[in-house]
């Protein structure tokens, strides 16, 4: 049995991921504003992880004091309410108890987690030191001045359409604040916020961040933008375009570069310079992040990073000569292995080919006769059959070029099964290093045959119309023509969708195949779209011709190449 390492961490994962937290949202109600000075009248806790209710506590507490008439008029908590109730010695270790390995989350955060921290020291209790986030400063610090004059606790319950209402009544606005967060942390993904330690971050960064005056005298960029799906471009002061995204809401997205909440100096930067801002509106988010791809590979704008090398992709191809070797190229031709994100992945696979095929390594030219060059190392190793001298013909040499053809089309898998019986033997003869080069060399080897064999099959059907449930009950449609997006658009709920079908592809752009083993279409779109088609609930509408994998292809490999991939 091959060693199967333990599995490797996503990049959200090195983070706490958000979805895993479990927040306590607080508020208390006082006798006044000093912690040192007043007392706490009521306590009002919810626990929510992953957008669920985990529990609540609530309880009034006898301040051992008087209320001041004021405070009775603002909260409606009097002398009378709060006789008999337990007082903060007897509340605090079930408050505690209740907060602990949580988030404590407020509004107005350190008011209350400051008279928390007053009555564990008056009561001889450690502050257990939670992560606190303040809900006041994380509505600052993603909602613009424009959208959200203030962030009182009942100004952001109304702006976001609340359930619960704050009342000054512990339990009312510890609920209010608890849809507050929520509202606040759909916002946060569009800033690339995914874990907790990003998300304290931001709060913390966003008042030593706060937007120039250039930058807030753009605001009014966003204003003419939709609110739907789409492509956004910002442009310079010669119309260049400095940066492209996409959204699910255009005008939402814009407004977020303009807020405190933007750290990116990056961006911050591009945006000072922005004088126009276009949109694209697209009918899902499908059709936008292909627009984005192709406007990004049209345009290299400055500011996107992934305009220093649009759509670069590498190979490993055949050279076209009587005895063929494996070269890395960024065009690909007909027998192409790939796409790979590096040249040095496609050089790795190029070695491991090597290992299980007889091709030849060197790369000097060999004529089809009468070679009469001197054998290398290689030879003597049993590596390679001379053919640079002459001792293989070209036509003995031609099995070795079939194999490969056969191996990366997915009509034969012998090749991978001489591989994983190396790794075997290695392991055997206590060879552990060595072993672990080859199952490594062999594991990704597999899941860059199993991508290629994927892509290549979808870009080679001339059309494939598929719907996705739009969450709705409506659905959002795409025909695919050889691995290119070539019309989108939508059935909303109530709508038949099989005449919107008929007519996006009367519609459609016509798409010419063109060579290479994704016929011309570029990397990225065909891995987009294969994505898309295959997960999400997505149903295939209709397809030109049968879409089927190779039996003999990686596919039938790829557990245990995730299994066996190294860590790093």
């Known amino acids: 049995m091959l060693p199967a390492p333990t599995a490797q961490l996503t990049f959200d994962e090195m983070g706490t991921p958000l979805r895993e937290v479990t927040f306590v949202v607080l508020d208390l109600e006082t006798t006044g504003g000093s912690a040192g000075e007043d007392a706490i009248t009521e306590v009002g806790a919810v626990k929510v992880r992953g957008g669920e209710m985990l529990g609540e506590l609530s309880t009034l507490v006898e301040p051992e004091g008087p209320i001041r008439p004021g405070v009775v008029a603002l909260t409606g908590i009097t002398s009378g309410m709060v006789r008999g109730a337990p007082p903060l010695a007897a509340v605090l270790p079930t408050v505690l108890e209740f907060l602990g390995?949580?988030?404590?989350?407020?509004?107005?955060?350190?008011?209350?987690?400051?008279?928390?921290?007053?009555?564990?020291?008056?009561?001889?209790?450690?502050?257990?030191?939670?992560?606190?986030?303040?809900?006041?400063?994380?509505?600052?610090?993603?909602?613009?001045?424009?959208?959200?004059?203030?962030?009182?606790?009942?100004?952001?319950?109304?702006?976001?359409?609340?359930?619960?209402?704050?009342?000054?009544?512990?339990?009312?606005?510890?609920?209010?604040?608890?849809?507050?967060?929520?509202?606040?942390?759909?916002?946060?993904?569009?800033?690339?916020?995914?874990?907790?330690?990003?998300?304290?971050?931001?709060?913390?960064?966003?008042?030593?961040?706060?937007?120039?005056?250039?930058?807030?005298?753009?605001?009014?960029?966003?204003?003419?933008?939709?609110?739907?799906?789409?492509?956004?471009?910002?442009?310079?002061?010669?119309?260049?375009?400095?940066?492209?995204?996409?959204?699910?809401?255009?005008?939402?997205?814009?407004?977020?570069?303009?807020?405190?909440?933007?750290?990116?100096?990056?961006?911050?930067?591009?945006?000072?310079?922005?004088?126009?801002?276009?949109?694209?509106?697209?009918?899902?988010?499908?059709?936008?992040?292909?627009?984005?791809?192709?406007?990004i590979a049209a345009h290299r704008p400055r500011y996107n990073r992934r305009s220093r090398n649009p759509g670069r992709t590498w190979w490993v191809a055949p050279t076209v000569e009587p005895f063929p070797r494996l070269s890395v190229v960024t065009t690909p031709r007909a027998g192409a292995l790939g796409p790979f994100p590096h040249r040095r992945s496609a050089l790795a696979a190029v070695d491991t080919l090597l290992d299980a095929l007889p091709l030849r390594p060197c790369t000097q030219r060999i004529p089809a006769r009468d070679a009469a060059a001197g054998p290398c190392a290689m030879h003597e190793l049993g590596r390679c059959a001379a053919p640079c001298a002459g001792r293989q013909t070209a036509a003995e040499y031609a099995p070795a070029v079939a194999a490969l053809a056969a191996l990366v089309e997915g009509r034969e898998d012998a090749p991978l099964h001489a591989l994983a019986a190396e790794v075997h033997a290695l392991a055997g003869r206590e060879r552990f290093e060595a072993a672990a080069r080859h199952r490594d060399g062999l594991a990704a080897l597999v899941l860059a045959l199993g991508r290629a064999q994927r892509l290549a099959t979808l870009a080679g059907l001339p059309e494939v119309v598929a719907a996705r449930p739009d969450g709705d009950a409506g659905w959002e449609i795409a025909v695919v023509r050889h691995g290119r997006l070539a019309a989108a658009g939508t059935a909303p709920r109530g709508v038949p969708p099989r005449p919107v079908v008929a007519e996006l592809c009367r519609g459609a752009q016509v798409v010419l195949p063109g060579d290479g083993p994704l016929r011309g279409a570029p990397a990225e779109e065909v891995r987009l779209l294969h994505r898309w088609l295959t997960e999400g609930g997505t149903r295939l509408v209709a397809c030109d011709a049968a879409w089927a994998e190779p039996a003999r292809g990686a596919a039938s490999w790829e557990a245990w190449a995730e299994r066996a991939r190294p860590l790093g």
């Not at 613009?144 to 976001?160: D, Y």
């Open 101 to 295: 390995g949580a988030v404590l989350v407020a509004h107005n955060a350190p008011f209350d987690s400051g008279f928390l921290r007053a009555a564990c020291e008056r009561h001889g209790y450690p502050w257990p030191r939670p992560p606190v986030l303040c809900t006041a400063r994380l509505a600052r610090a993603v909602l613009s001045v424009a959208e959200a004059p203030s962030v009182s606790l009942g100004s952001l319950a109304l702006l976001f359409g609340c359930a619960s209402r704050p009342v000054h009544r512990a339990l009312a606005d510890a609920r209010a604040t608890v849809e507050v967060l929520h509202h606040l942390l759909e916002r946060i993904g569009n800033l690339g916020v995914q874990s907790l330690e990003e998300l304290l971050a931001l709060v913390r960064d966003s008042a030593r961040h706060r937007p120039s005056q250039r930058v807030r005298a753009r605001r009014h960029l966003a204003e003419a933008l939709p609110s739907a799906p789409g492509v956004y471009l910002f442009r310079g002061a010669r119309d260049e375009v400095l940066y492209v995204g996409t959204s699910g809401d255009v005008r939402r997205r814009v407004r977020s570069y303009f807020t405190a909440g933007e750290r990116r100096r990056r961006m911050r930067d591009m945006v000072a310079q922005a004088e126009r801002v276009d949109a694209v509106e697209c009918a899902h988010a499908l059709e936008a992040a292909v627009r984005e791809l192709r406007l």
